[in-house]
């Protein structure tokens, strides 16, 4: 689950930062490479806090339709 910057960090889970092309790499295109990760951040073990900054790009990107597979 993710979270927005400035939330409560308090967890006993590890927190990380992804940007914008580790996201579509998760979630997107369920890049093989990244299914460690995505299990962890899935499963809770891993916490995913997001910044305005990031949904910002990350919406702008989608939004392009400009995206290969």
Excluded: K, Y
Aim: glycine content about 4%; some cysteine.
């Amino acid at each position: 689950m993710n979270a927005r910057w400035g939330d409560s960090l308090a967890s006993p889970h590890p927190t990380v930062v992804l940007d914008t092309n580790v996201v579509l790499d998760l979630w997107f295109f369920a890049d093989p490479r990244v299914a460690t990760l995505r299990q962890a951040v899935e499963s809770g073990q891993l916490r995913w806090v997001t910044t305005p900054a990031l949904q910002e790009e990350l919406s702008h990107v989608l939004s392009q339709g400009r995206i290969c597979l």
